[in-house]
């Protein structure tokens, strides 16, 4: 089993920054990828950004160029940069781990609004 717990979500003003973590724990020895996925309200589950445990990363095309994945593999969590937020990124932001052999893994979701 994995527990991925996922912090740093809350209220922004348009144009702000924010940075979430996501710490992964249990079962982790066989991760492949981590990743960051959000749902907006009354929308679907959405892709924000991947990185492998080889370091490669890849982004929805929302968000490319405002938001940056990066990992620390000593404390096994990994951070979502946000700048330059909009409202249309408010949404529930949830934590992804996928494992070799297929299982993958979902945090509890921390809630990221941005408005004036």
């Known amino acids: 089993q994995v527990q991925l717990v996922e912090s740093g979500g809350g209220l922004v003003q348009p144009g702000g920054s924010l940075r979430l973590s996501c710490a992964a724990s249990?079962?982790?020895?066989?991760?492949?990828?981590m990743g960051w996925y959000r749902q907006p309200p009354g929308k679907e589950r959405e892709l924000v950004a991947r990185?492998?445990?080889?370091?490669?990363?890849s982004y929805g095309d929302s968000v490319k160029g405002r938001f940056t994945i990066s990992r620390d593999g000593a404390k096994n969590t990994v951070y979502l940069q946000m700048n330059s937020l909009k409202p249309e990124d408010t949404a529930v932001y949830y934590c992804?781990?996928?494992?070799?052999?297929?299982?993958?893994?979902w945090g509890q979701g921390t809630q990221v609004t941005v408005s004036s």
């Open positions: 992804n781990s996928v494992h070799f052999g297929g299982k993958d893994y």
């Open positions: 990185i492998t445990n080889d370091g490669i990363t």
């Open positions: 249990g079962r982790i020895f066989n991760i492949y990828a």
